[in-house]
């Protein structure tokens, strides 16, 4: 189970991993973490994230580190999502 809670250029997503032992047979696999701390900052996209996961509980806090490369990757992806549409029209 996850909560995602947007609050603008940072979003938190809240994880439960304990939910997937309700009814084991709805999942295709199952993920389970004792501990875990990861963070990550992409360039590429101008993005940052940080995640902690306690006993099965967790919470991932991402944010826009680069705003600058982050528009820059929006403005693209966003005129070429414009062009794809026109194609289906067609």
Do not use: H
């Amino acid at each position: 189970m996850r909560k995602t809670i947007n609050l603008g250029k940072v979003g938190v997503d809240l994880t439960c991993q304990w939910a997937q032992f309700i009814n084991p047979e709805q999942w295709n696999w199952i993920t389970f973490d004792f501990i875990q701390l990861t963070f990550e900052n992409d360039r590429f996209i101008g993005t940052s994230e940080i995640e902690l996961y306690l006993l099965g509980f967790g919470i991932r806090i991402y944010w826009i580190s680069n705003e600058e490369v982050a528009d820059a990757k929006l403005k693209k992806w966003a005129k070429q999502i414009r062009k794809a549409k026109k194609k289906v029209k067609k």
